[in-house]
């Protein structure tokens, strides 16, 4: 699959503004300090049971999912690679370097909350818009969407409300805006793609294997 220059650098912009909004949604869903989403409350006990950061547990967790998803019939394309890397390393960067604030009033924090919900949703769908492949929860999400055809709301707010408990259990930090992520996060990301008529069923993806592919037939057409 030949791909021009200037295309596939319109691409890439667009895989790595999503995967910063995605570490920016994430750190104001932090910083709100109403209760870690979901996936932070799984990631906030790993790294305490291990001695490492947020964003290096995140990496850790998108490492596994990866695996998994590439043995239950995701591709990886360099989207998901990416995904992997760079959200948790933009997570550390915004938080070691405090540049999303942190609110004490709570009409703030909530509003700081939704908005970062919102920013997700945002993310999700610049980054995998980008056909570059999906992220590794994001995947999970696309793939489960397409083999049980039940909506993206249903199926991340199942994969929500999974990791919610599994980070309880392990101590990760639960509060009232734990059980709204958990409840709320779906709407968002369905809300954002209804509003720029995106469906993710209909994305075609350019994955690893279609670069090996296409360099293979380079490397062996004759001159």
């Known amino acids: 699959?030949?791909?021009?220059?200037?295309?596939?650098?319109?691409?890439?912009?667009?895989?790595?503004?999503?995967?910063?909004?995605?570490?920016?949604?994430?750190?104001?869903?932090?910083?709100?300090?109403?209760?870690?989403?979901?996936?932070?409350?799984?990631?906030?006990?790993?790294?305490?049971?291990?001695?490492?950061?947020?964003?290096?547990?995140?990496?850790?967790?998108?490492?596994i999912i990866v695996i998994i998803n590439y043995f239950v019939g995701e591709k990886l394309g360099w989207g998901t690679l990416s995904n992997m890397l760079f959200i948790g390393i933009f997570m550390d960067i915004l938080m070691i370097y405090n540049l999303i604030p942190i609110y004490e009033n709570t009409i703030l924090q909530v509003i700081m909350m939704l908005g970062g919900m919102f920013v997700i949703g945002l993310a999700s769908y610049f980054y995998i818009g980008a056909g570059l492949g999906s992220g590794p929860r994001d995947g999970l999400m696309v793939l489960l969407t397409k083999k049980t055809g039940k909506s993206v709301r249903f199926i991340r707010n199942c994969i929500e409300i999974t990791v919610f408990v599994a980070g309880y259990f392990l101590g990760g930090f639960v509060g009232v805006g734990t059980i709204i992520i958990a409840l709320g996060i779906g709407y968002f990301i369905q809300f954002v793609f209804k509003l720029f008529k995106f469906d993710v069923k209909a994305i075609k993806h350019r994955y690893v294997e279609d670069d090996i592919s296409y360099i293979k037939e380079l490397l062996i057409k004759p001159i």
């Open 1 to 63: 699959m030949k791909e021009n220059l200037k295309h596939a650098l319109l691409r890439g912009g667009r895989l790595f503004l999503g995967l910063f909004l995605y570490a920016v949604g994430i750190v104001m869903t932090i910083n709100a300090n109403l209760g870690l989403g979901p996936w932070d409350v799984f990631h906030q006990g790993l790294s305490k049971a291990i001695g490492i950061t947020m964003g290096q547990a995140s990496i850790s967790i998108g490492i």
